[in-house]
C-alpha cells in the first residue's frame, strides 16, 4: 500500500481495482433528509485481503436491539450507552460502502506504518471482540491502531 496515499472518494467497485492490504479506507456515510442526501458521518475500516475476489474490510461496529448501528463519534455513544454490543467484524468492501470511501494513509507521515502482514495479524486476530470503551476505540482508533499501532482519532 502506497505510503502517505489519500485517493478520491469513489464507489466499492472503483476502489476494488485500487485498494491494497493494510490500506486505510474512509466511508463517507449518509442519511437521507427529505430529498437531499446529507453528509452524515464517516466510518473507518482496514483493508485485509480478499474473499472470493472482493477486498474484505475488518472494522468496527455497534450492534443495537433491532439492527446494526455503527460506532459514530463519542457524543453519539454517549447518548446509546451501550458499549456491550461493540464488536469487530469482517465485511466485503462493497457490504460496508454503501455510498462512497477513499484510501487514507495520511498517517505514514506521522507514524511508523506496521508490516502488512502484521496489521492483517492484528485486525484478524481482533475479529469478534467485544466491550471496547468506544469513547478511546472507535471506528477510527481500531483502523489506525492496525496500521500503526497507535490510538488516534480526529473524530473524537
Not at 471496547?132 to 497507535?150: G, M, P, S, V
Request: proline fraction near 1%; include cysteine.
Amino acid at each position: 500500500s502506497d505510503a502517505g496515499k489519500k485517493s478520491e472518494f469513489m464507489n466499492a467497485e472503483d476502489m476494488a481495482k485500487i485498494v491494497q492490504n493494510g490500506d486505510l479506507l474512509e466511508f463517507k456515510r449518509f442519511v437521507q433528509l427529505g430529498k437531499l442526501k446529507k453528509r452524515f458521518y464517516t466510518h473507518w475500516g482496514v483493508c485485509v485481503g480478499e474473499h472470493e475476489n472482493k477486498p474484505m474490510v475488518a472494522h468496527m461496529f455497534i450492534i443495537e436491539e433491532g439492527g446494526v448501528q455503527e460506532t459514530i463519534t463519542s457524543a453519539f455513544i454517549a447518548v446509546t450507552g451501550d458499549l456491550e454490543s461493540a464488536e469487530v467484524r469482517l465485511d466485503a468492501l462493497d457490504d460496508v460502502c454503501t455510498d462512497l470511501c477513499r484510501i487514507n494513509n495520511l498517517d505514514d507521515r506521522k507514524y511508523t506504518k506496521l508490516d502488512t502482514q502484521m496489521i492483517f495479524k492484528r485486525a484478524i486476530d481482533m475479529l469478534g471482540q467485544h466491550n471496547y470503551n468506544l469513547i478511546y476505540n472507535n471506528c477510527e482508533h481500531f483502523a489506525k491502531w492496525c496500521r500503526y499501532d497507535k490510538h488516534t482519532s480526529n473524530q473524537v
